[in-house]
C-alpha cells in the first residue's frame, strides 16, 4: 500500500484549510486592526467628504 493515499491527502488538505481558517479569523477578529476596518468603512462615501464628516460625528460603532 502506498503511503501517502488519497486519504492522507484528503486529511492534509483538511488540516490545511483549517489552520488558514483559523489564522484568518483570529488576523480579522484581532483589536489592532480595528482602526483599518473602520477607515475601511468609509470607502463608500469616498467621494462625499461631507457624509464622512457625519459618519465620523455620529460615531463608528452604532448602525
Known amino acids: 500500500?502506498?503511503?501517502?493515499?488519497i486519504g492522507m491527502i484528503r486529511g492534509l488538505g483538511?488540516?490545511?484549510v483549517m489552520v488558514a481558517f483559523i489564522g484568518l479569523t483570529l488576523w480579522v477578529f484581532s483589536p489592532k486592526r480595528k482602526a483599518e476596518f473602520d477607515d475601511a468603512?468609509?470607502?463608500?462615501?469616498a467621494?462625499?467628504?461631507e457624509a464622512i464628516s457625519k459618519v465620523r460625528?455620529?460615531?463608528?460603532?452604532?448602525?
Open 47 to 49: 467621494d462625499d467628504p
Open 14 to 16: 483538511t488540516l490545511v
Open 57 to 63: 460625528k455620529s460615531g463608528s460603532d452604532t448602525p
Open 1 to 5: 500500500m502506498n503511503t501517502m493515499d
Open 41 to 45: 468603512t468609509l470607502l463608500p462615501f
